[in-house]
C-alpha cells in the first residue's frame, strides 16, 4: 500500500491531470450507459468518488474534498439553471404549462419542507421546529442537475414540465432556506419579510436590466473569447448577488431567457437596437460552450461529493427510518399535487423527484453556530442515493412500457381496400 501511495503523488500536477482527464473520459461513457439504461450518469459518478475513496483510504491518501466541493456546487449551479433557461421557449401556448410547473414546484417544495421539519422536530435530539425547517428545506428542493439531463427520452411535454418544475424548485428552495436563515440570524426589531421582498424586487429590477445591457454590448464584440468573458460577467454579478442577499440565481435565469427569447423581449424601439444576427450567434454559442461546462462542472462535483461520503452513516437504524418517513411523505406529497394539477398521466413524473446538487450545497450552507449536532449527514445521502433510484426505475419501467406499446402497435395488421376511379352516369 505504501508503493501505492508514493506512485499516487496527488500534489503532483501530471497526476492530477492524468485522474482529471480519466474522470471525465469515465463521465462521458457514464451518460452513454445513462442513455441506454435510464440509470442517472450522476448516481454512476457518486459510485464513482464513493470508490477513489476506498482505494485512496487503502493506499493511505487524505485529502480534504470540502472546499473543491463548496466551489464547484456554486459554478455548477449557475451552468445548470442557464443551460436549462436557454432551452426554455417563452411562447403565449406555454403560459399555462408554465403556471403549472412554477404551482407545482411551489406547492411541493412548501408541503414538503413543512412535513420534513415536522419528522425531524420530532426524532432527532435539539431541533427545534425553527432549525428542522432549515434542515428540511435542501431535503426538499429538486436537482435539475439530476433531472434535466436524464430526462432525455420523455415526451416533449413531460420532459418540458420537469425542465420548468426543476428550475423553479431550484430557485425557489434557495430563496426559502437563506429567508429561514436570515429569520434565525435576525435581530428582534429586524423586519425579514419585508427585506426579503424588497431584496426580491430588487433581484429582479437588476436582472432585467443587466440582461438587456448585457446582450446589447456583447453582440458588438466580435473577438473569439467573449463567451468566456460573457460567463465571467455572469459568474461575477452572482458571487456579487450573494455577498448582498439578494437572489443572484435570478441574474441568471432572467438572462438565459432573455438571450434564448430575444423575439419576446426586444420589442419595439428595443427591436431596433437588436442584431438578430449576432445575437442568434451569440445564443447558439453560449449554449454550446454552456452544456460543454455543465457537463464537466457536474463530473467533478459528484466524483468529489462521493469522497466526501461516510457510508458508515448508512447502518444507522435511526438515519434509515427518519430518512424512511422523509421519502414516504415526498412520494404521497408529490402524488396529491401531480393528481390534482395534471390529471391522471403522471407516471413516470411521480417519481421523478430527486435531491442532489442544491441539497448538498444548502445543507453545507448552514453556519457552524447553527448546526445541530444530532443531525447525521447520512440522512442527506440517504435521501439522494433513494430519490435517485426510485427515479431510475420510473424512467426504465417508462422506456419499457413505450417499447411494449410500439411492438403492440407493429403487430397489429392493417387492413386496405382497392381504390376505384367514381364512375360520372350520363343524366338521361
Known amino acids: ?6 506512485m499516487i503523488d496527488l500534489s503532483e500536477e501530471y497526476t492530477q ?3 482529471a482527464s480519466l474522470v471525465i473520459i469515465i463521465s462521458f461513457f457514464f451518460g452513454e450507459v445513462s442513455k441506454k439504461t435510464n440509470i442517472p450518469s450522476v448516481l454512476l459518478l457518486i459510485i464513482l468518488g464513493i470508490l477513489g475513496k476506498i482505494a485512496m483510504e487503502q493506499a493511505g491518501i487524505d485529502i480534504d474534498p470540502m472546499p473543491v466541493l463548496k466551489a464547484l456546487g456554486a459554478i455548477g449551479l449557475i451552468m445548470i439553471v442557464l443551460e436549462a433557461a436557454l432551452e426554455l421557449e417563452l411562447k403565449y401556448e406555454k403560459l399555462w404549462p408554465i403556471l403549472k410547473a412554477f404551482g407545482i414546484a411551489l406547492v411541493g417544495l412548501v408541503a414538503s419542507t413543512w412535513i420534513a421539519a415536522y419528522i425531524l422536530h420530532e426524532n ?10 432549515i434542515y428540511a428545506t435542501p431535503l426538499s428542493v429538486l436537482s435539475s442537475a439530476i433531472i434535466i439531463p436524464s430526462v432525455e427520452s420523455l415526451s416533449p411535454i413531460k420532459k418540458e414540465f420537469h425542465v420548468y418544475e426543476s428550475t423553479f424548485s431550484d430557485i425557489i428552495g434557495i430563496m426559502l432556506f437563506y429567508f429561514l436563515l436570515d429569520k434565525v440570524q435576525a435581530a428582534p426589531d429586524d423586519n425579514v419579510v419585508l427585506g426579503f421582498f ?11 436590466v443587466a440582461s438587456y445591457v448585457l446582450i446589447l454590448i456583447f453582440q458588438k464584440i466580435s473577438s473569439h473569447a467573449k463567451l468566456f468573458l460573457l460567463i465571467s460577467v455572469l459568474l461575477l454579478l452572482y458571487s456579487l448577488g450573494k455577498k448582498i442577499h439578494l437572489s443572484p440565481l435570478i441574474i441568471i435565469l432572467t438572462f438565459g431567457l432573455t438571450i434564448g427569447n430575444v423575439g419576446v423581449f426586444f420589442r ?11 445575437a442568434k450567434e451569440l445564443y447558439e454559442d453560449l449554449h454550446i460552450v454552456t452544456v460543454e461546462t455543465a457537463f464537466v462542472v457536474r463530473t467533478f462535483f459528484f466524483v468529489i461529493f462521493g469522497l466526501s461520503i461516510s457510508l458508515a452513516s448508512l447502518l444507522s437504524l435511526k438515519v434509515a427510518i427518519i430518512s424512511g418517513l422523509i421519502l414516504l411523505s415526498i412520494y404521497i ?10 390529471g391522471k398521466d403522471i407516471v413516470p413524473q411521480l417519481f421523478i423527484a430527486p435531491r442532489g446538487l442544491i441539497t448538498v450545497l444548502l445543507f453545507y450552507a448552514i453556519p457552524e453556530e447553527l448546526k445541530i449536532a444530532g443531525f447525521d449527514a447520512g440522512i442527506l445521502l440517504f435521501i439522494i442515493i433513494a430519490t435517485s433510484v426510485v427515479m431510475t426505475f420510473a424512467l426504465i419501467y417508462d422506456k419499457r412500457r413505450k417499447g411494449k406499446a ?23
Open 1 to 6: 500500500m505504501f508503493y501505492l501511495s508514493s
Open 17 to 19: 491531470i492524468i485522474l
Open 124 to 133: 432527532i435530539d435539539g431541533m427545534s421546529m425553527e432549525m428542522a425547517w
Open 198 to 208: 424588497g431584496n426580491l424586487g430588487l433581484t429582479i429590477v437588476i436582472s432585467v
Open 268 to 278: 419595439g424601439k428595443l427591436n431596433a437596437w437588436l442584431d438578430k444576427t449576432k
Open 333 to 342: 406529497l408529490r402524488f396529491i399535487t401531480l393528481r390534482l394539477l395534471l
Open 406 to 428: 410500439i411492438d403492440q402497435a407493429k403487430g397489429v395488421e392493417i387492413g386496405y381496400s382497392t381504390w376505384k376511379a367514381p364512375v360520372i352516369e350520363e343524366e338521361k
